[in-house]
């Protein structure tokens, strides 16, 4: 059976990463967090001091692109793969509010984008991956036999974003959280490399109302008849 390559795109917190682990688990295939990637990244520029409230210093932090090593390990206790930066595993580290504050602003520069897509295209040239992102469906993977592209209300989305990081303990308020995702909305449509855009061929999917299981069922019925379609 052909493995097929599944691209899906959209705002922050419309649920691609979960529904994504799901369908890569179900089909046995490879699940990539290219978010997680554009967060290593800035999670990077932040301990290097390249970025931060008062200073964004972008000639420094691609002039050392290339000492930056992302990798994902796979952690069988929790059956997903984890994201390191040069060996060190910072899965938990990325996901604070702070990084999402800065990571649209790194997300912006064409260096990092070059250097990030060059490796996911990587990551995925044998098929059989489902990748979530921003520009999965429009420039990484042209020509994935499946494109997605999430939306949800802003307001679901930030207490979805919210519920997420009160459960994990850190201290935040809703107003701060859909802020975040509102301006990241924003920049990401915006930018002129790559913004977040639905590819001509997409199948757009508004979840504000739908639950993750419904999700999951709808979204495995598009790749069922994917699959028909190309086997
Ligand atoms: O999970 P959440 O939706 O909050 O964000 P993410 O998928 O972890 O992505 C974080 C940020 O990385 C996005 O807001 C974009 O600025 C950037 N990103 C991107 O530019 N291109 C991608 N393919 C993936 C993420
Ligand atoms: O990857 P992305 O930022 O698009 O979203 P996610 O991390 O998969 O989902 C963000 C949060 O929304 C998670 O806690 C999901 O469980 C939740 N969610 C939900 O409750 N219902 C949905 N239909 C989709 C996501």
């Given at each position: 059976m052909k493995k097929i390559t599944i691209a899906i795109d959209g705002f922050s917190s419309t649920g691609k990463s979960t529904v994504a682990k799901q369908i890569a688990n179900h089909l046995g295939y490879v699940y990539v967090d290219s978010g997680a990637m554009y967060r290593a990244v800035t999670y990077y520029a932040m301990q290097q001091g390249f970025i931060d409230v008062n200073h964004f210093d972008i000639e420094g932090l691609v002039a050392n692109l290339k000492t930056i090593d992302i990798r994902f390990k796979f952690n069988n206790k929790f059956g997903f793969a984890e994201v390191y930066l040069n060996d060190m595993n910072i899965e938990n580290d990325i996901r604070t509010l702070e990084v999402s504050s800065f990571v649209s602003k790194v997300a912006e520069i064409s260096e990092v984008r070059q250097k990030l897509v060059e490796q996911q295209k990587q990551l995925g040239k044998d098929g059989g991956v489902v990748m979530d992102g921003r520009?999965?469906?429009?420039?990484?993977?042209?020509?994935?036999e499946l494109k997605l592209f999430m939306t949800a209300s802003a307001e679901t989305r930030a207490e979805r974003r919210y519920s997420e990081l009160i459960e994990r303990g850190d201290a935040v308020t809703y107003e701060a959280v859909l802020k975040n995702v509102q301006e990241r909305d924003y920049i990401d449509s915006h930018?002129?490399?790559?913004?977040l855009t639905k590819a001509k061929d997409a199948i757009q999917i508004?979840?504000?109302?739908?639950t993750l299981q419904e999700q999951f069922d709808k979204i495995l019925e598009l790749v069922n008849v994917t699959l028909e379609n190309v086997n």
């Open positions: 520009d999965i469906g429009t420039v990484v993977f042209t020509d994935a930018r002129k490399d790559s913004p508004d979840n504000s109302n739908m």
